[in-house]
Each structure stands twice: as C-alpha cells, then as structure tokens.
Nanobody
Framework: QVALVESGGGAVMAGGSLRLSCVASGYRHSTYCWAWFRQVPGKEREEVAVINTDSFSGVTDSVKGRFTNSLGRPTFSQDNFENTLYLQIGKLRPEDTAIYTC???????????????WGRGTQVTVSS
C-alpha cells in the first residue's frame, strides 16, 4: 500500500525558506511524476511544482525565482534510498501561506487525473 507523507512545513517570516519533504512508502514505480500542490481554504488547489522521470519539470509562474534554482528549474532533490522528494521553497511571501500536498502518478504523465497517490499535506504559514 502506497502512502505519501509530507513534512517540513511551518511558520516563517516573509523572506524565509523551508524544505518540504514527501516520503513515499510502498511506492515502486520506475517511471513517475511527482508534484507539489498547495491550497488555501476556500480557494482552488494550485499545482506549484512538478518533476518526472523524463526530466520534465516546471513551476507555476508565481513562484519562479523563489522555488527555482539559477537555471529556472524547481529546487527539487531526491533521496532515492529513502524514497523521498524534497522541494526547497524560498523568498517566501504571505501569499505562499497554504497547505502544501505532494502527489505522485503511476507513470511519467504529469496531469491532475494521473496523480493517483496523495498525501495529507503540511501547513506553511508566512507572516509579514
């Protein structure tokens, strides 16, 4: 049974950073797409960053330059042994406050209908 568990959220001041973690236990797919979403109560869920085994990656426009490296790619890192995906989020703003949730597909396709596995989320709160 696959389970995704997020951690790394917290309360930070504007300008701060956090490293979000998503541990995927029981996940055995050799090709995959992993994504981070965020949602504020009363608003639609937003896909923040995505990466797959075909070397495709991307971020939503509102986090470019903050959740990305100098090449403009999302600041993902992985620990394959621990089956963990990390996302470094920086230069945080109050509008980044949300519950951040990771999702994973059963193949390399990166689209909402393909995300079969979901975590419960981790809260990120950014104060000004």
């Amino acid at each position: 049974q696959v389970a995704l568990v997020e951690s790394g959220g917290g309360a930070v001041m504007a300008g701060g950073s956090l490293r979000l973690s998503c541990v995927a236990s029981g996940y055995r797919h050799s090709t995959y797409c992993w994504a981070w979403f965020r949602q504020v109560p009363g608003k639609e869920r937003e896909e923040v960053a995505v990466i797959n085994t075909d070397s495709f990656s991307g971020v939503t426009d509102s986090v470019k330059g903050r959740f990305t490296n100098s090449l403009g790619r999302p600041t993902f890192s992985q620990d394959n042994f621990e089956n963990t995906l990390y996302l470094q989020i920086g230069k945080l703003r109050p509008e980044d406050t949300a519950i951040y949730t990771c999702a994973a597909s059963r193949g390399a396709a990166c689209s909402v209908p393909e995300y079969y596995f979901w975590g419960r989320g981790t809260q990120v709160t950014v104060s000004s």
